[in-house]
């Protein structure tokens, strides 16, 4: 028995064991081996626990394997992630340069013909300055849309001062000013607070126009209001337009996005305006959501901590 486990331990085996002469319940029994010298006499040793002991055994073997397993799983999924982030850049990237390439060739089309027109053609005072008017009046529209895409990057690299006091008042009179067409209601005369008036007031404008230009209806009907909700002021524009579907709610303010429309560009835009509120609105540690209004059309809520 002893010099059975001598063995056994000298090839690392530290298993329990038993040398029988019949086999009965062990996990692994040895074939029959004969240690007569005289007579046959078989022996056969059973091992118990062998289960357990070829885990042990092998659990490093199991667990590297299993880490592989992990990390090329990993991989695959980054991989994959990767990929699928990509398609929606490129599709992404196409709509933006199929829409600015034709934002960018109509005024520039219409410059360039305007120019050669007066070049050509000598017209009377009345006529050049006509011309003259169209050709201003697109180099405005150029610069508008460059300056758009400026703007957003400028506040990314340099961020919003908040040190303008904002009085809910004042603001609610110069959108009621800027936009006839709005009915503004405010609920919240007195309220002042902190934060940048020129870019919460681009922002809001932002919402107004969008809420203008995408309505259908025969009557449109936007409201913004202004109310006072738990220390926070809440900046409300709901119109009666075709409402945004649900799939579409979070990614409409991502830079460059705009809800597909195949392609047809009837709402011209570029899809950064959503994108420039939202970074307005976390700058002053806002928050911004969209909803649907009932019965048609979309509910944006701006809340600003006061
Ligand atoms: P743009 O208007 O320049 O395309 P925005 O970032 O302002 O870009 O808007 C992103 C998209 O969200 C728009 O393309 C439009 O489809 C959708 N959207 C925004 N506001 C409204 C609204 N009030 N009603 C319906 N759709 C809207």
């Not at 010099?3 to 064991?17: C, E, H």
């Not at 009557?219 to 109310?227: G, S, Y």
Request: proline fraction near 3%; aromatic fraction near 8%; glycine fraction near 6%.
């Amino acid at each position: 028995n002893e010099q059975y486990r001598l063995a056994l331990k000298r090839r690392g085996v530290t298993l329990p064991f038993r040398l029988n002469k019949n086999s009965s319940n062990y996990d692994y029994i040895t074939k029959k081996v004969n240690f007569g010298i005289k007579h046959e006499q078989w022996m056969r040793a059973g091992f118990l626990g062998l289960n357990t002991y070829l885990l042990g055994e092998l659990k490093w073997v199991l667990s590297g394997t299993l880490l592989l397993l992990l990390i090329t799983l990993t991989c695959f999924w980054y991989t994959i992630k990767t990929l699928l982030n990509q398609q929606k850049l490129n599709t992404m990237k196409d709509d933006f340069i199929s829409n600015m390439t034709h934002e960018i060739h109509t005024p520039l089309s219409s410059i360039l013909v305007t120019a050669d027109a007066l070049k050509r053609f000598s017209y009377d005072e009345q006529h050049r300055n006509d011309y003259i008017d169209i050709i201003l009046h697109q180099g405005k529209k150029l610069s508008g849309l460059t300056e758009e895409i400026l703007t957003g990057a400028r506040m990314e690299r340099t961020g919003i001062a908040l040190d303008d006091l904002i009085n809910i008042s004042d603001l609610a009179q110069k959108l009621k000013a800027g936009y006839h067409s709005v009915d503004v209601q405010q609920d919240a005369p007195s309220v002042v607070f902190k934060g940048n008036a020129m870019h919460l007031e681009n922002a809001i404008g932002n919402l107004l126009e969008n809420a203008l230009k995408y309505n259908n209806q025969f009557q449109p009907l936007v409201i913004l209001t202004f109310e006072v909700r738990k220390r926070k002021i809440a900046i409300i524009v709901s119109d009666n337009g075709p409402g945004i579907p649900d799939t579409e709610k979070e990614k409409i303010f991502d830079q460059f996005y705009r809800v597909p429309t195949g392609n047809i560009h009837d709402v011209k835009g570029y899809g950064l305006g959503l994108s420039y509120v939202k970074k307005v609105v976390e700058a002053h540690n806002g928050s911004i959501a969209v909803a649907d209004n009932e019965p048609s059309g979309s509910v944006f809520t701006i809340l600003l901590p006061l």
